[in-house]
């Protein structure tokens, strides 16, 4: 079986980052629902068929992939779900803050100025705009909460599975610019809500896996100190 995904708890694996699938890539993240499945982000788009083979190695097939989540309309996130889409068809998902520049193609926004590149239009097919809303994967439970600050339209996303809190908190670390529309003040409302939480396990955009709620908050924490 070709392809390489990394475990992070039972029916959790990283699928995609700068080592698994391409040095432009954030973490990608798939959790396993059962019969279908759903993914976090997908990439920056330079190597998506890499992600889907690791995908394939957990087990799971592309067809049964039927969410891809953006948690933020950057394209170290976001440039790979296209291809992703196509050959899964999957449903995208994002804040409606996020969809807006996704759609336009904002290369300043979205952040493809900044890796020297460009965004093809990706066309989402549901958003919302409450402080959360909740989707299923057969019986499993993902909560969408809106945390604003690092982009207008970032989420977080957590989930009950085996037992374990997880949380996939892309990008807490930041970084913040007027150009990607930052707010640093909402950010720390955010990270509030997130140790709220009080996650077992965290899934982080560059930084990989914390596997304790120790670990979880202390990590949170050296980025609000660090801003403060």
């Known amino acids: ?10 029916g959790v694996w990283m699928v995609g980052d700068a080592t698994l699938s391409h040095p432009k890539d954030a973490c990608v993240y798939l959790i396993d629902g059962g019969d ?13 068929g890499t992600i889907l083979e690791n995908i394939v190695s957990t087990g799971k097939t592309s067809s049964q992939i039927k969410w891809i989540i953006a948690t933020h309309c950057h394209i170290d996130h976001t ?38 590149t460009s965004l093809d239009p990706v066309d989402i097919d549901e958003t919302f705009d409450e402080p ?11 909560h969408l909460l809106h945390t604003p600050g690092h982009s207008p339209g970032s989420i977080s996303v957590w989930a009950d599975i085996e037992g374990k809190r997880v949380l996939f908190g892309q ?58």
């Open 1 to 10: 079986m070709t392809g390489r995904a990394v475990s992070v708890v039972d």
């Open 36 to 48: 279908d499945a759903a993914l976090i982000d997908a990439g920056a788009g330079d190597a998506p």
């Open 79 to 116: 440039g790979g779900m296209n291809h992703i889409r196509k050959v899964t068809g999957a449903d995208i998902i994002c804040h409606a803050l996020c969809a807006e520049p996704l759609e336009a193609a904002d290369n300043d926004r979205t952040a493809a100025t900044w890796y020297g």
């Open 132 to 142: 959360e809303k909740i989707i299923k994967i057969n019986s499993l439970e993902l």
């Open 171 to 228: 990008d807490i670390h930041g970084p913040f610019s007027p150009v990607l529309g930052s707010d640093i003040e909402q950010w720390k409302v955010s990270m509030a809500k997130l140790l709220d939480l009080k996650a077992d396990i965290l899934c982080e955009g560059h930084y990989g896996v914390m596997r304790s709620n120790m670990e979880v908050e202390k990590f949170i924490r050296s980025f609000l100190n660090n801003y403060e």
